[in-house]
């Protein structure tokens, strides 16, 4: 079955910049997805379409995707950014979805 | 507003059943795709799958095929996830979803999420 593959972490000092990878074969084809989830409470969509951002959602988060492989970036990430992420996109058919496996990311 | 709501934690036995409901508000029931996401405890998101309650069509991950049955009620803007005989490795908690754009299936709205455990 098809699978996103992500860092399990990623750690930056307050104001870094965090990127977050997520690789899968069909990410040529098929938009990425990211997902903000903080500990205890129900994720978040914090890109859709690759790059774009909803409403509310800060403008340090940012989204790209270049071949197999999408990023997100967290421009001068803060203490709350601390959470874990999730990449999402579809198989190569478009029918099912798929998660990638989270990247906890730690902003100290 | 847009707004699913989930029924509440569960605690079953081994070879119990069970159905799970999310009910949506604040827009319209069956113009929407409405999924379902599994979390097992300290794991991550696994993608269940997905309903269009406008004509019941059902897409399940590969994974979950005969596992579990997802359904929905339209005249009641209601989804389910139904189990017929648990395991403990059902034991997670379920987030129901809904994409934030009609045609979508990606989500974008998500209910509270409902506990289910099974032990002996």
């Known amino acids: 079955s098809y699978e996103l593959t992500q860092p399990p972490s990623v750690s930056v000092s307050p104001g870094q910049t965090a990127r977050i990878t997520c690789s899968g074969d069909?990410?040529?084809?098929?938009?990425a997805y990211w997902y903000q989830q903080r500990s205890g409470q129900a994720p978040v969509l914090v890109i859709y379409?690759?790059?774009k951002r909803p409403s509310g959602i800060p403008e340090r988060f940012s989204g790209s995707s270049s071949g197999t492989m999408a990023t997100l970036t967290i421009s001068g990430a803060q203490v709350e950014d601390e959470a874990d992420y999730y990449c999402y996109s579809t198989d190569s058919s478009g029918t099912h979805g798929v998660f990638g496996g989270g990247t906890k990311l730690t902003v100290l | 507003e847009v707004q699913l709501v989930q029924s509440g934690a569960e605690v079953k036995k081994p070879g119990d059943s069970l159905k799970i409901s999310c009910t949506g508000s604040g827009y319209s029931f069956t113009s929407y795709w409405i999924g379902w996401v599994r979390q097992m405890p300290g794991k991550g998101l696994e993608w269940m799958g997905i309903i269009y309650p406008g004509d019941s069509d059902t897409i399940y991950s590969p994974s979950f095929q005969g596992q579990v049955t997802i359904s929905a009620d339209k005249s009641i803007s209601t989804a389910y996830l139904q189990w017929s005989s648990l395991k403990a490795s059902d034991t997670a908690m379920y987030y129901c979803?809904?994409?934030?754009?009609?045609?979508?299936?990606?989500?974008?709205?998500w209910g509270q999420g409902t506990l289910v455990t099974v032990f002996s």
């Open positions: 979803a809904r994409p934030g754009i009609v045609g979508a299936t990606y989500f974008q709205h």
């Open positions: 379409d690759d790059s």
């Open positions: 069909a990410l040529p084809k098929r938009y």
